[in-house]
Nanobody, 123 residues
Framework: QVQLVESGGGSVQTGGSLRLSCAAS????????MGWFREAPGKERESVAA???????NYADAVKDRFTISRNNAKNTLYLQMNSLKPEDTAVYYC?????????????????WGQGTQVTVSS
């Protein structure tokens, strides 16, 4: 059974930092492209960042130069380092796994999803 479990969310002030983690089990982690998505109240889920099996990365324009996605295949763990956080980054953040070789940002290509972790940024 595949499980993706996010952690590291919380409440911070504008300009603060958080590091999200996603622990994966039940799948060949190193063979999956991994992604972070977020969903804010009243808005559709949007892609944040993705990292391929060869560690190529893609970022949404809104987070480029502030967020960094990384993975540790030995620990089956995905990370998202978030710096210079803004109130508009407030959302539930989800990690997901796609059996693709490229860093796809298309949510439809992702098969497995975590339950999400809340990030709240106050001004």
């Amino acid at each position: 059974q595949v499980q993706l479990v996010e952690s590291g969310g919380g409440s911070v002030q504008t300009g603060g930092s958080l590091r999200l983690s996603c622990a994966a089990s039940g799948l060949a982690f190193s063979s999956y492209t991994m992604g972070w998505f977020r969903e804010a109240p009243g808005k559709e889920r949007e892609s944040v960042a993705a990292i391929s099996v060869t560690t190529d990365t893609n970022y949404a324009d809104a987070v480029k130069d502030r967020f960094t996605i990384s993975r540790n295949n030995a620990k089956n763990t995905l990370y998202l380092q978030m710096n210079s956080l803004k109130p508009e980054d407030t959302a539930v953040y989800y990690c997901a796994a796609a059996r693709w070789s490229i860093a796809t940002m298309n949510s439809a290509t992702y098969t497995y999803w975590g339950q999400g972790t809340q990030v709240t940024v106050s001004s």
